[in-house]
């Protein structure tokens, strides 16, 4: 894969690459939107517990692959409270240290249970 900041383009506001290319002989991963609950299904109450939980449970996606995060190449962020971004931003850049995949980070109203603050959606490739 090749992360860039392609020229002509505004400057970076975040840790993200303005693209990722992926060879055609690649294997591709989608993975679906994951919340931050527990491997019971149950969801803490917490934001920075669900964050953790959310990554937690993207590497367990991941594994069963046999991908790591260094495969992903596109990450999609869903937060509903804006108060949590900079607990997210430290969360997620223990995650990805100096991984830069594409990126989207959003908020939102709610997610599909209100008590779910964060949801994680991506695309890996090895």
Avoid at 25 to 53: W, Y
Avoid at 103 to 112: P, R
Wanted: negative net charge.
């Amino acid at each position: 894969m090749n992360t860039q900041h392609n020229a002509g383009v505004a400057m970076h506001i975040g840790r993200y690459s303005d693209s990722v290319a992926v060879t055609s002989s690649a294997k591709i991963l989608f993975v679906s939107g994951t919340p931050g609950t527990n491997l019971d299904g149950t969801l803490p109450i917490d934001f920075e517990t669900q964050a953790r939980l959310a990554w937690d449970n993207v590497i367990r996606i991941l594994a069963s692959a046999d991908m790591q995060v260094k495969d992903i190449v596109k990450l999609t962020q869903t937060l509903i409270r804006r108060e949590d971004l900079d607990a997210y931003r430290a969360i997620r850049n223990d995650y990805l240290g100096e991984l830069r995949p594409a990126s989207m980070l959003s908020f939102v109203d709610g997610l599909i249970w209100p008590e779910i603050l964060i949801e994680l959606e991506l695309i890996a490739a090895r």
